[in-house]
């Protein structure tokens, strides 16, 4: 039975996948952490391997967003995902998304701020904002020369939050296409930012509620006169 | 800024100290991690677990604040297994944190739970501040919960309800965590309309998938089919992986008598999520209903076989499989089923003695003359230490099987134990009786009921006679000393705690009293949440505590 066996596929697939991804995991965990230690040993502080270190967890932290918005992109495909939606502190969500980068960012000198009410709460789902939040300050991380800025608040459309560089800005090529990345066939998709920004779409449509969508927006300036990465979630 | 940061560093620093942690991890490598992670922080009190069975066994013997644990476990029981029970053997109260480690975002097994939900659910790989900064956190917001998890470990949920709206603060987690937690509990007390405000409050806010649940529970429990039909499909539809969904649309279907559909929704579940004993005992049952041999035999086999790592093993499965068995032919695997069963449940008396008595009734089916008086004298001596612990059913079954090896007497003995227990309980009385009718012995029947009946009336009046001249004391000794005897039966232990809780009114809190009230409410509403009576009594106690 041909049906059948699609079907038998499409689980192996799946199962392929979530087995893959475990191993590479524990795999990327077990090497943030090493790279921690070696850091940790470099008591001086010029020690040239510091920098290094800050590189290759940067691009650990890398291969984990990747990984996250193919699963993520592969189970909404299937129609497959479980939507998670709890209260949240957002203060409390972007602390803990600056946290993880704090080694890094200390490594390179970046310096960062949140501006947020302590007593914000939205809600939605912590994990996958978790996967745009990363893929937006990674990306802040890259360009910004030493500064980002995080903020966040509510509005009757929804929660509002920016993440802002000081770098030199998105190419306007870029922001002339940023529409593009809804329609596949225009091959904005191809490059990582436009999959990074359908991703972050595709999430904000999951958190869609009282015929509230979400929007993301790519724009230069703000109060740090970089790049600014915005997303409305209802 | 950075004294402030400092100071907070302190406090937690303090409160994990206090804290007792449990990390389960079958990688021995992650349980080094996260315990260095933990003790970085001033943490103290660790203990580390490689497996679900093992984790389980120290939840039972000690309080832990924090649990930490990967939802792989390997071999055994998953982390949501290890959740799902801790949490219903009540080893893990509301003021304790569970957060479930996982691999992959999104684990269909972990979120299509609606009610047994981890506290965090953070996924790998777990970084040391982060982790650190989601723990303090979810302590600070879970500290205030301790209140409702002494209330509820008394059995007073009432108290509980008030509670959940008295504890809701600011923090619009918690307040959510509460209004989850306030309308399981009023469909555990039978209070629907009240749940039904909390949960149609809370869908006003967003469409959360678990206040539609309860809306569908609430529907069937108040007998609106079609309603609680609409509702557990709809679920369906948005989710597949909502497990717990299915079931509830099994009982819809039942009590419609559609059982060709239930079955065939169970075996859909099953497939999808295999490891629940429940479940495939509820698959197994109605697939021997609808005469479906195979699927039953399948359905109890799989019982079985998770059964060995879930606390929701019974002799049930054991016992049908063994009879399907039997019925086929397949003798040797019979007897080696229900062998395996004697060591499963070597420490649960209930069990074991269902299982004693299955095998003594087959293995004198299959040869007339093989030797059975060492079981049966081992099912007697083991109904004496445990008669009280068992179960109405687990005694019914065990009489009857009593019957069918002609042991009259042991039978008997062990039905007067039921009719003590519901001396004034038409219904129980009833199917004694029905069960002694059954074995040609309606005399000694009515002559059984009448000695218990007369027994137990007897004391009654004595209590009542005493009440009368003013011993109030002495009654509620001479009812207590008789419970201790029949500690099942309901009549005895509501009279009893009333006419405590009367002589509480007059003489204020006397703390003996007040425990043993306590104590018996307890007892009965563990058996029955429902209880009207022992839930207005409990009501009544918790007045008189707050009283001057």
Redesign the interface.
Known sequence: MPETQAVNEKLDMATAFAMASHDIKNSLGVLLKDINNINERCDVGSCVMRSHCADMEYEVRRINNNLVKMLTLFKLGAGDYLLNVDAHSVRDFLDEMMLEQAVLMGQKGIGYEIACEPDLYWYFDRNLMTGVMGNAISNALRYTRDRLLITAEASVEGLKIAVEDNGSGFPAFMLEQQAEFLRPESGFLNNNTGLGLYFTQQVLDLHQHDALHGRVVLDNGGALSGGRFSILLP | MFLQQLMQVKRTRCCHKKNRYLIIDD?D??RV?FKGMLSSVGARDIVTQGNGEAAIRSLASEKFDVVICDY?LGEGRDGQQVLEEARHLGFLGHASTFFMIT????M?MV??ALEYQPDE?M?????R??LL??LA?TLKRKRQLTVIDEALAQGDKLRAIELCVEQRG????R??YLAKLQGELCIDLSRYEQAQRVYETLLR????PWAQFGLGKIALLRGELAEARRIFEALIEQ?H?YVEVYDWLVKVLEAEGDFARAQSLLMQVTHLSPKSVVRQCALGRLALRNDDLAVAEHAYQAAVRWGKHSCHASADEYRQLATLYRDSGQTARMLRLLADGRKRFSHQPGDMIQLLCSQALFKRQLDGNSDIDSTLREVERMLEAHKHELLEDHLLNTASECYQLSRVEMAESILRIVLCNHHDDGEWIERVRQLMQAHDRQLNAEQLIRSVKGELEEIHCRCNELLSQGGLEKAVKLLNDTIDLYPGNRTLVLFSVATMIDFMREHGVEQSYHFRCRHSLANLLERDQLDRDANCYLEQLTQLLVQP
């Open positions: 990688f490598q992650m991690s792989n691999a992959v975002s999104n269909p979120l299509g659910y996924i790998k790989p777990v970084n501040e982060v900064h989601r956190g600011s923090d619009l987690k307040s959510l806010i967003r469409n959360f989710n992986h």
